[in-house]
Structure formats: C-alpha cells, structure tokens
C-alpha cells in the first residue's frame, strides 16, 4: 500500500496554470550538470552527494551553489539547498528569491522546503525523488501548500536516474567499507591476556 502511494505521488506530473506539464529548460538541464558536478565532489569528501545551484531565470547567472556539508561542518542544516540559496541571496542584495531558479540533485526535505518558501524562491527544478524525507511530492507537498504566502510547484525527476545513481553507488561504496573495516578489524590477532599485562 505504502509504495503504491509513493508511486502514485511520485509521479503526478507538475502543472502550470494552464494545466500543462512543466517541462525543465535547456538552462535546467546544464544547471543540472553543474549540481551533479558538485554532488560528486561533495562524494570525494565524504558527504552524501548532493549539489544545488541556484541561478537567475533570465540570465542563467549563477548566484549561488552548495553540496552537502554536514559531515564536515557538523551542521544539522549542512545541506547543499541552504548554502546554495544564502548565496544567491547574499550576492542578489534581497532574501527574496523570485527571479531565481533552484537546481539540486535530490528532492529537497522539509527543512529545506521550508526555506525555499521562505526566500521566495521562484522555480525549482530536482532530481532523484526522496521516498524517506522528500517534502516535495514524496512525503508531502509543502511548497505548494495554499495556506503559505508563497507557492512553487517543482519540476521533478529531471536527470533523475542519473541523480540517483550518484547516490546510489555513494552509499554502496559506504556500505563495503563499513564491511571491509569490519572483517579487517575480525582478522587482527588478539593479545593474550597475560601478553597484556
């Protein structure tokens, strides 16, 4: 039951006012390429490979860009959504982000949802959908819940599978270092007692 209403969730196509289904631009697409670009950096460093970039509609100028960072910074909200948008907002000189485009590679969670409605965030275009803690379609709708000032309906599953191929072998690799560890800390010999004393 559970996964058939993901299934069902997941893939209700975004929809302008005028009922069509919102398709990503050429713009989206490269935007894309750079997100996945960081995602893998941010894999090199050990982070959960996440990348966003967040760029001005009309010009495809980059404002700001972000990767996971909660390993290394220790941060709670270390996701590449924030650092991504308080760039942009910092650069633009305005929190509101109505002009601006989001780009990140995972669907984003409700933290992050929560910020993209409150920086105004104008569109926002993602990946790998995100069954366990996506607030964008897979879980809930937050951003285009009517009772906030401010809604954007995501543009999802853009690049998608390659998205989640990205995190997919990330966390396979994790899961067989974890495994290695583990049978090399079994095969160590272990001192005697008495050698230890």
Request: hydrophobic share 40%.
């Amino acid at each position: 039951m559970k996964r058939a209403l993901w299934l069902s969730i997941g893939r209700r196509p975004a929809r302008s006012a005028g009922g069509a289904p919102l398709q990503p631009t050429a713009t989206d697409l490269i935007m894309m390429q750079t997100a996945l670009s960081l995602a893998r950096k941010a894999a090199e460093r050990g982070e959960v490979p996440i990348g966003a970039a967040v760029y001005r509609t009309a010009t495809g100028e980059i404002y700001g860009q972000g990767v996971n960072r909660r390993e290394t910074d220790r941060d709670p909200a270390g996701h590449a959504e924030f650092d991504a948008i308080e760039q942009a907002a910092s650069r633009a000189g305005d929190w509101r982000l109505n002009e601006f485009t989001l780009v990140v590679t995972l669907e984003p969670c409700a933290m992050c949802a929560g910020l993209i409605v409150n920086a105004r965030v104008g569109r926002v275009v993602f990946g790998a959908p995100d069954p366990k803690a996506g607030a964008m379609g897979s879980l809930m709708r937050l951003t285009e819940d009517e009772r906030f000032n401010h809604r954007v309906v995501p543009i999802a599953g853009v690049m998608g599978e390659e998205c989640g191929l990205v995190l997919t072998e990330f966390f396979q690799k994790l899961r067989a270092d974890r495994r290695a560890a583990t049978r090399t800390a079994r095969s160590r010999p272990q001192r005697s007692r008495a050698a230890r004393t």
